[in-house]
């Protein structure tokens, strides 16, 4: 469990829970599934103490559901909301296999498949603090308080640490706080298109060659079917994000400008993770289309093939055929046959046989039935 103080001066990192709300500034409590569940009494007496009420049962059941989907709640004083992450286990904000039970198969398909991470993290947001439940690694959490404490050359927990952050815009609310991890976690996914367009790309490629026999249809059901979750999950994290907009339109206008300021940039800020989280949608849903695509054209492909060794068999059958007709009408048991008393017969039918066999070699050339179709 990591629990920050952020104010207008900096950010403090503090040792244990605090007693009381500090004067200035919102807290923010950072901890992971395991260490909130084993710590529910504690973490619940100090939301008691710091804003005066809470948690609901449901909602910690809902916190601590490693299997939840994207979804928002709210109740009179806080709000809720659970954000399924995605992105690559290498990524700066990425994640350890996914909470839960593992599949029973190994997971085929392009490796970059393979590392997306799609565990739920849980926001509690209050009036001055954050609550999140993340994940047992807590990737995204120790991503986004590197960011804060960067500028820290070093000291100990125990003394606290804090950090002006040069350049940088601290969170000026507990809202503004989750848009930007939340902001985090999408950007880590949007990082990832390169590579799996880049692998995807390649496996399609190999799918496409003409001479491809040993396709890995096991594979390619997992790619798509991944894909299919993917897109999956990015609409239940659209369709949270846009109940949390809805929700922030009915929240009370400030009276002073500087408040006015803060709810207009949360709204902003809302609408851009909602329009990163749609580019994720609509990339998921071109790969899945271009993977489909490829398919097919590996199947007319295949057909294209058949179709061409077909026409070529039938071409030389249809050669083969008056030959045969000649051979047949000389293996005839009469007694009086054209050719049949004379010496140089038989090299007059043979040459009559290569004429004809030649002549329609070359017509069935002249229409292209025995070329190959260019690939």
């Known amino acids: 469990m990591r629990i920050f103080h952020i104010h207008g001066g900096g950010v403090q990192e503090l040792a244990a829970l605090p007693a009381r709300m500090p004067a200035q500034g919102f807290v923010w409590i950072a901890c992971s599934r395991p260490v909130f569940q084993a710590r529910l009494a504690d973490i619940q007496g100090s939301l008691q103490a710091l804003a005066g009420l809470q948690l609901v049962d449901l909602h910690v059941s809902d916190l601590l559901n490693a299997q939840l989907p994207s979804h928002f709640d709210y109740t009179s004083q806080y709000d809720l909301l659970v ?174 400008p500087a408040g006015l300021r803060e709810l207009d940039l949360l709204k902003v800020r809302s609408r851009d993770v909602l329009e990163h989280i749609e580019r994720v949608v609509r990339h998921v849903r071109r790969l899945e289309q271009s993977t489909e695509t490829a398919v097919q054209i590996h199947f007319s492909v295949q057909s294209q093939r058949t179709n061409d060794t077909m026409r070529t068999l039938t071409a030389l059958t249809a050669v083969f055929l008056p030959l045969n007709l000649m051979a047949g009408i000389f293996g005839m048991n009469f007694e009086f046959l054209p050719l049949t008393d004379k010496a140089n017969g038989f090299w007059w039918a043979l040459a009559a046989m290569l004429f004809i066999a030649l002549a329609l070699l070359l017509l069935f050339w002249r229409k292209r039935y025995l070329a190959r179709s260019g690939r």
């Open 83 to 256: 954000f399924r992450r995605l992105a690559s286990a290498q990524g700066h904000a990425a994640a350890a296999p996914q909470d839960g039970p593992a599949p029973a198969g190994k997971r085929r398909g392009p490796p970059v498949l393979r590392r997306i991470d799609t565990s739920p993290v849980g926001f509690a947001l209050f009036d001055q603090l954050l609550l999140t439940v993340h994940p047992d690694d807590c990737a995204v959490r120790n991503a986004y308080a590197a960011r804060l404490l960067a500028a820290l050359p070093g000291a100990s927990p125990a003394e606290g640490r804090s950090s002006p952050l040069p350049g940088a815009r601290l969170p000026g609310s507990p809202a503004d706080l989750m848009l930007r991890v939340i902001h985090l976690m999408v950007d880590g996914y949007l990082d990832l298109r390169r590579e799996l367009t880049r692998q995807l790309d390649h496996w399609q490629t190999e799918l496409l060659k003409p001479r491809a026999r040993g396709v890995n249809w096991a594979s390619l059901l997992q790619a798509r079917l991944a894909l299919h979750a993917l897109d999956e999950i990015c609409e239940g994290q659209r369709a949270a994000l846009q109940d949390w907009i809805e929700t922030l339109e009915t929240w009370a206008l400030p009276d002073s």
